[in-house]
């Protein structure tokens, strides 16, 4: 049955996100099904005079691969998955699971080897460096479980934050890019955070719906040797097949010194962090914007764009906020900042601009979902 939402969201993903011109290609890489939405995907890209081409896996085949895939094998699958980007001029990637936990029976020694393989080589420096890309999620009964909401309710708070009027939502944007871009020392004070860093330098970005859909948030990086002090996530995170709660982080002079759940030692956690050099300081340092989100459910790319939330990101720089730090891992945890999550302070230069969630200064106070809801639903 055709839903009306499936061509609305399809044509801003072709049409805005990726701006797809006439002549280019571009690869449409569904990870699970949805047959209609894959055919409306496909659709606007040939109106807008483009070459759509088409790949699909899932969680379950990928796991089975690279449970006993060898170093060979996954260089091999590396390269062809590199040298078919290398042939297009724009990249959607649909990711569908049905089970997060599907990557759970992967070593991690595997997983590493995996990442190192992928990260840099294949997402990094040909995927984000090389194509017009975006990544978003669809609807599932999975989803509405890890959200706790019915399947239907799942598929409205879904088109409700993915169909935004992104362009309208950039400009809100735009007053916090130009408070950081003069921002040197930022501190993040609550119940189970007490950090400081300098982000002076760094380049600032938006996020408004060019990349992920759901999108918005504003990112940079802290200068990599600047971070000292504390932080114990206070939402769940997937990562690897996995799921980590009370990741706590101890940092002096921006290496993380100690990494454990909750206090308590977890091979898991030393594992992850000791996958390179890299991996034991931070890449990212970002503020949650989107007004449709309010919570998080175990996706990172709903969860990082919670509004009333931050995420401090150990491993690889982005490029677009580049600290210069590589890893072959980047984790974006989480840490909600509304006061029914125990509260917090954001300052910047010692100058108060969010307590709980709610930002206190200005222009920036548009940015609060009060504010945003009715004015970005097209």
């Not at 898991?268 to 990212?284: H, K, L, M, Q, V």
Request: charged share 25%.
């Amino acid at each position: 049955m055709k839903d009306i939402r499936y061509t609305k969201l399809a044509n801003q993903m072709v049409n805005y996100s990726i701006d797809v011109k006439k002549g280019e290609n571009v690869l449409i890489e569904f990870t699970g099904y949805n047959d209609y939405f894959a055919r409306e995907l496909i659709r606007a890209v040939y109106k807008a005079g483009a070459n759509p081409f088409f790949l699909q896996t899932s969680g379950l085949v990928q796991s089975a691969w690279l449970e006993h895939a060898d170093q060979k094998s996954i260089e091999l699958q590396a390269k062809w998955d590199k040298s078919r980007l290398e042939d297009m001029d724009a990249y959607i990637a649909i990711r569908i699971s049905d089970n997060i936990y599907e990557m759970a029976n992967i070593s991690p020694d595997q997983m590493d080897l995996f990442f190192s393989h992928y990260e840099n080589p294949v997402h990094m420096k040909t995927r984000v460096l090389k194509t017009k890309w975006l990544v978003t999620r669809f609807p599932n009964d999975s989803l509405a479980q890890l959200a706790n909401m019915s399947t239907e309710d799942f598929e409205d708070f879904y088109f409700n934050c993915c169909c935004l009027d992104y362009k309208k939502f950039s400009s809100y944007m735009d007053p916090l890019v130009d408070l950081m871009a003069k921002t040197k020392k930022v501190k993040i004070k609550g119940e189970n955070v007490d950090l400081s860093f300098s982000i002076e330098g760094i380049d600032i970005a938006k996020c408004d719906g060019i990349h992920n859909l759901p999108d918005g948030e504003v990112f940079t990086a802290p200068i990599p040797d600047s971070v000292n002090g504390y932080i114990q996530y206070n939402t769940p995170s997937p990562y690897a097949g996995q799921v980590f709660d009370d990741v706590k982080l101890e940092f002096e002079n921006g290496k993380i010194v100690s990494a454990t759940l909750g206090g308590n030692y977890s091979e898991e956690i030393e594992s992850i962090f000791n996958t390179d050099p890299g991996a034991r300081y931070i890449g990212e340092f970002a503020l949650g914007l989107n007004p449709f989100i309010t919570n998080t459910l175990q996706d990172i790319l709903f969860d990082e764009k919670v509004s009333g939330s931050f995420h401090f990101t150990p491993g690889n720089g982005c490029p677009d906020a580049d600290n210069g730090n590589r890893s072959a891992i980047h984790w974006d945890l989480v840490y909600l900042t509304s006061e029914e999550h125990g509260g917090c302070e954001i300052y910047f230069d010692d100058m108060l601009i969010q307590k709980n969630g709610i930002f206190l200064l200005g222009d920036l106070k548009a940015l609060n979902p009060d504010n945003l809801k009715t004015k970005l639903q097209l």
